[in-house]
Antibody, heavy 120, light 107 residues
Framework: QVQLQESGPGLVNPSETLSLTCTVS????????WTWVRQPPGKGLEWLGY???????TYNRSLKSRLSISVDTSKNQFSLRLSSVTAADTAVYYC??????????????WGRGTLVTVSS | DVQMTQSPFSLSASVGDRVTITCRAS??????LNWYQHQPGKAPKLLIY???TLQSGVPSRFSATDSETDFTLTISSLLPEDFATYYC?????????FGQGTKLEIK
């Protein structure tokens, strides 16, 4: 059964870069789109962006200038980098798989999430 | 951006109750609407995709209906494991957006 696991620092200094990795286990990262979603404390879910296993990306334009998503098929991982972070970037970050049924997309598998706090 | 408005924000119900959650899109999104269940500390779980199709493995007490902009999720008879927060999501256009969530609590 395919599983996703987020990893990375739980604490990041303001103005620095937040980096997270999602490891896909018991399945291949190829032939799928992969995505990041976050949830600030006490708030709802925010979609950040997605990547195809070929490296093609689409970002939420609210973050586009700061966000980068990459993929490493040799490691079965994809990663998120968010630069110039502030306290507003404090959130639980989730990685997920995108499943396409005809043209209908949904996020069918998720990681359990990792809390990242931006604070000095 | 497509705005998704869920109601109610919270809901108190008992085991065995029938509950309905509503999601309204700010524009027509066809059937590009998904529903998720999220329990604290767990991975969110896909319940319904394409507005009304039950995800494999999801119990049949969950169902959903759609129109062009108004969508509903119904749980026919609540079990203890159903108390969670539910989110709708549109994937009609980027940025994909979620509703604010409906927290379903035990009465």
């Amino acid at each position: 059964q395919v599983q996703l696991q987020e990893s990375g620092p739980g604490l990041v200094n303001p103005s620095e870069t937040l980096s997270l990795t999602c490891t896909v286990s018991s399945g291949s990262i190829t032939s799928f789109y992969w995505t990041w979603v976050r949830q600030p404390p006490g708030k709802g879910l925010e979609w950040l962006g997605y990547i195809y296993y070929t490296g093609s990306t689409t970002y939420n334009r609210s973050l586009k200038s700061r966000l980068s998503i990459s993929v490493d098929t040799s490691k079965n991982q994809f990663s998120l980098r968010l630069s110039s972070v502030t306290a507003a970037d404090t959130a639980v970050y989730y990685c997920a798989r995108i499943r396409s049924v005809t043209t209908n997309w949904s996020f069918d598998l998720w990681g359990r999430g990792t809390l990242v706090t931006v604070s000095s | 951006d497509v705005q998704m408005t869920q109601s109610p924000f919270s809901l108190s119900a008992s085991v065995g109750d029938r509950v309905t959650i509503t999601c309204r899109a700010s524009q027509k999104i066809d059937n590009f609407l998904n529903w998720y269940q999220h329990q604290p500390g767990k991975a969110p779980k896909l319940l319904i995709y394409a507005a009304s199709t039950l995800q494999s493995g999801v119990p049949s007490r969950f169902s959903a209906t759609d129109s062009e902009t108004d969508f509903t999720l119904t749980i026919s008879s609540l079990l203890p494991e159903d108390f969670a927060t539910y989110y709708c999501q549109q994937t009609y256009s980027t940025p994909y957006t979620f509703g604010q969530g409906t927290k379903l609590e035990i009465k």
